[in-house]
């Protein structure tokens, strides 16, 4: 669980921190600066300064950064096991979900669809 207020029932902080680490580092912020930034009084107020400090790029490669993330799968047992385990608690029926984005986002409850895609722990 991340801490209380975040919304994030199921998925691992380590996910969380990961993602973090890797817009940061594709936008060119510290994370000292970051946490600094992060103290603002809104969300609203924290998405402006990250828009206006963080390195322009491309939109293609904004696209293949999106991209690379949203494919990202559980890489070791362990979290393949949390990964299953996780993701049949929230709805079991959900075979298709393999990656850590459609977790998240199946977890917040947002649309998620059916990527019949070889499906990962189907019968864990």
Not at 8 to 33: H, N
Not at 97 to 111: G, P, Q, V
Request: hydrophobic share 40%; aromatic share 12%; glycine share 6%.
């Amino acid at each position: 669980m991340v801490g209380p207020g975040y919304g994030l029932q199921f998925v691992p902080w380590w996910f969380c921190a990961v993602f973090l680490q890797r817009l940061l580092q594709f936008a060119g912020i510290s994370s000292e600066s970051f946490l600094h930034a992060a103290h603002g009084p809104t969300d609203q107020d924290i998405a402006e300064w990250f828009i206006r400090t963080a390195i322009p790029h491309e939109q293609s490669a904004i696209e293949t950064w999106n991209e690379s993330f949203l494919g990202v799968e559980p890489d070791t047992e362990e979290k393949l096991a949390y990964f299953v385990k996780t993701r049949h608690a929230i709805d079991a029926t959900r075979t298709d979900i393999t990656t850590w984005a459609d977790l998240l986002d199946l977890e917040e409850k947002r649309h998620v669809p059916n990527r019949h895609a070889t499906a990962i722990g189907g019968s864990r």
